[in-house]
């Protein structure tokens, strides 16, 4: 029987003409054009497939970016493939942005990296903020990313306040077609909270995936609009220390390959009442890092960013690295 992914290589290569032309707006947004390594794509789309298999998911869909370049894409859903979808499809990013929460409020020296935040249940006007898993009340900076703790991103976020935020986010390029902020978000409220703990803002996985690549690439971030210092050095560096933390010791566990220094972050995401977005964004952190998004839609009952998508990720990318290793055998 036929790979259900296997059309995905030359789908990739022009489903974004057709897209294009299919789009009804007066200025459609249109993703750069994919620049496919075969050899990787195959990988993505077996490993795909397997997870497929594994949970039963509505979608599945990865991305990986070399230096700026998509180089293998492929998407699923409902039995079809489509390509397009981890392009140009927003989906709430869960804990994935917390990373970039922290990130910003580094680089504002609104806070440092020894801080600590109270992170128990949070009462708002109305409403409260909580966590999902069980930890200290106290938490450190790098605890609250390993913890993928809400109230302490919420915590983190009122040291820059919430303009000061979205200016940050901007540098890595969120916001931006076909993706804008949520509007309005009124300051002091649960939303606020939310926003800032990735449980109220939709990206494109490709916007996530691009920002990520910006911090494992010691703060600038490369796209198809140019490449502008998102965060410096010195923050990307202690970020992407607190993103091997919680491959190590965190939620990102499943990520991690033997022999070589993993960093990434998981999300898990209400995408509707009965439906989780499931993701994992990371790199393997040697020589010029390949970034590799996984993302998972399904049931409420189905897998998570740690238990779904991490796997999936540790897969495609011991697989590239042992490509990348046949490919330098082959060139001494």
């Not at 939303?191 to 449980?199: C, H, I, N, Q, R």
């Not at 140019?226 to 933390?245: C, F, I, P, W």
Request: aromatic residues 8%; charged residues 25%; proline residues 7%.
């Amino acid at each position: 029987m036929e790979h259900p992914l296997a059309t995905l290589r030359c789908f990739a290569m022009r489903s974004w003409l057709v897209f294009a032309v299919a789009c009804t707006p007066a200025k459609p947004y249109v993703p750069d054009a994919p620049k496919i390594e075969f050899p990787i794509q195959q990988i993505v789309e077996d490993e795909l497939q397997h997870a497929i298999d594994d949970w039963k998911p509505e979608a599945a869909f990865a991305i990986v970016l070399r230096e700026g370049d998509i180089v293998a894409v492929a998407g699923w859903e409902d039995g079809k493939t489509d390509a397009k979808i981890p392009l140009t499809r927003t989906y709430v990013t869960g804990s994935t942005l917390k990373s970039f929460t922290i990130a910003i409020a580094l680089d504002e020296t609104a806070i440092k990296d020894t801080d600590s935040f109270d992170c128990a249940p949070r009462t708002y006007p109305g409403s409260e903020l909580r966590d999902v898993q069980p930890h200290d009340d106290l938490l450190s900076v790098k605890d609250i990313l390993i913890n993928s703790s809400n109230v302490g991103a919420s915590r983190i976020e009122d040291k820059i306040g919430l303009a000061k935020f979205e200016d940050g986010l901007k540098r890595f390029h969120f916001g931006m077609p076909p993706a804008p902020f949520p509007d309005p978000i009124a300051a002091g409220t649960q939303a606020e909270g939310l926003f800032a703990a990735g449980e109220l803002y939709a990206a494109t996985p490709l916007q996530v995936a691009r920002a990520y690549e910006a911090l494992f690439h010691d703060g600038y971030y490369e796209g198809p609009e140019g490449r502008n210092e998102a965060v410096s050095r010195e923050t990307a560096l202690l970020v992407q220390d607190m993103l091997a933390e919680a491959v190590k010791s965190g939620t990102g566990e499943e990520a991690k390959i033997k022999g070589h220094r993993v960093i990434g972050k998981t999300g898990t995401a209400v995408y509707s009442a009965e439906r989780v977005y499931a993701s994992f964004v990371g790199a393997v952190m040697e020589g010029s890092p390949q970034t590799i998004f996984v993302g998972i839609v399904g049931p409420s009952t189905g897998g998570t960013g740690p238990s779904a998508a991490a796997p999936v990720f540790a897969r495609i990318a011991e697989r590239t690295l042992r490509l990348d290793r046949k490919r330098g055998d082959d060139d001494d």
